[in-house]
């Protein structure tokens, strides 16, 4: 399965509602006060922290899957999860074959490196949806740039779940993809001792893709400390919600003063602040399409016919919106406009996007 696809007795066992070789491993419940403690060693975590992390793990993982529905038009289903923690160089042992790494750095509420590893033929396996090559089995620029956009898709709907669930603002930078031939390559910023989640999106019959996600075990902890505290807060809020109606204080809902005619004649009359404020005022002739070929082309003598017939009214624009139509005039030498037409309000607001800029 390191290699990104499922086997047939893999597939069996998942329909059997069991996973022979990724069993869920994410540890104990954790009470809700529970916070990591010193003794556990700090080249792992323990239990009950895999357990709060897996309960995160399913919400990201299930956020995730419908982001990448979105993106494919392929129902999406999350599954598989599983959680482990240890030496860096032990870890990535496990993949094999050729990866694509992605790094995101947080800053903000949560910093450190969130780096997914992902199989190539997992990748193939979403890229090929999106690209519309169902027989690729090239990892092109084209399926990294490809790719890339699921990485930013994904870390979207991450960073919607942690925002949520952390009570923090976590700013995710710009991803960086890199094109591994060998998992031994990988590499994450902030120790060599680090948390793996790995888990499978199920791409309804379009196969399966497995992500692996790399973070540094000091990050992890910052997470599950966090939440924690996020959850602790939470029901502490409610216990004093609940509690409120005992203590005989009288809730009324909010009133509003009625509204005072004459409010709006007051708004209208600011209107003269606005009169000396210059606008825009341009006068269409008419459009057309062409080509780049054509455009290339054109040189002086070059005539372009546009879309208007001789003799058919010019729009007026104030700052690129049609408000009126006109016939063109000469005064003086100079050509004008006499407007013939006002737009009016509802025809502004049904007009076609082509006939603005």
Same mark, same amino acid.
């Given at each position: ?20 070789? #990724? ?8 009470? #809700? ?16 922290? !895999? ?14 899957? *419908? ?30 074959? !050729? ?33 519309? %090559? ?18 930013? %898709? ?64 000091? #990050? ?12 602790? *807060? ?54 057309? !399409? ?30 690129? !919106? ?33 006939? %603005?800029?």
């Amino acid at each position: 399965m390191s290699d990104g696809t499922l086997s047939q007795d893999e597939i069996d066992a998942l329909l059997q509602g069991t996973d022979e070789l #990724m069993t869920e491993n994410l540890g104990t419940t954790a009470p #809700m006060n529970y916070e990591a403690g010193p003794s556990v060693s700090a080249e792992s975590i323990s239990e009950n922290d !895999k357990a709060t992390l897996g309960d995160l793990l399913r919400e990201i993982g299930t956020a995730q899957a *419908a982001a990448i529905s979105t993106l494919t038009s392929v129902t999406t289903k999350f599954s598989s999860p599983f959680i482990d923690a240890g030496q860096l160089d032990a870890l990535k042992k496990d993949i094999k074959g !050729k990866v694509i790494q992605a790094k995101v750095s947080l800053t903000g509420g949560l910093s450190g490196e969130w780096v997914y590893i992902v199989p190539d033929k997992s990748v193939l396996a979403v890229t090929n949806i999106l690209i519309g %090559q169902d027989d690729n089995t090239e990892v092109t620029d084209l399926v990294i740039n490809t790719f890339g956009e699921v990485i930013t %898709q994904t870390t979207g709907a991450l960073m919607s779940v942690l925002t949520d669930r952390l009570g923090k603002t976590i700013t995710p930078g710009f991803p960086h993809l890199d094109f591994l031939q060998d998992a031994s390559a990988i590499s994450v910023a902030g120790g060599a001792y680090v948390v793996r989640m790995n888990y499978v999106f199920n791409l309804q019959d379009k196969g399966s893709a497995r992500f692996f996600v790399f973070i540094p075990i000091t #990050m992890a902890r910052s997470i599950i400390s966090s939440f924690n505290a996020a959850k602790n *807060a939470s029901a502490l809020a409610a216990g004093q919600e609940a509690a409120a109606p005992m203590t005989g204080i009288q809730i009324k809902p909010v009133a509003f003063e009625p509204l005072q005619m004459g409010v709006e004649s007051e708004a209208m009359g600011n209107i003269t602040l606005l009169l000396d404020v210059p606008m825009r005022v341009t006068v269409e002739l008419g459009r057309t !399409k062409m080509t780049i070929k054509d455009i290339l082309g054109l040189g002086e003598g070059s005539i372009i016919e546009l879309d208007k017939l001789a003799g058919e009214p010019v729009d007026i624009l104030v700052n690129d !919106k049609a408000i009126a139509q006109g016939e063109v005039v000469v005064i003086d030498e100079n050509f004008a406009v006499r407007v013939t037409k006002i737009v009016t309000p509802m025809e502004r607001i049904f007009e076609s996007p082509e006939s %603005q800029f």
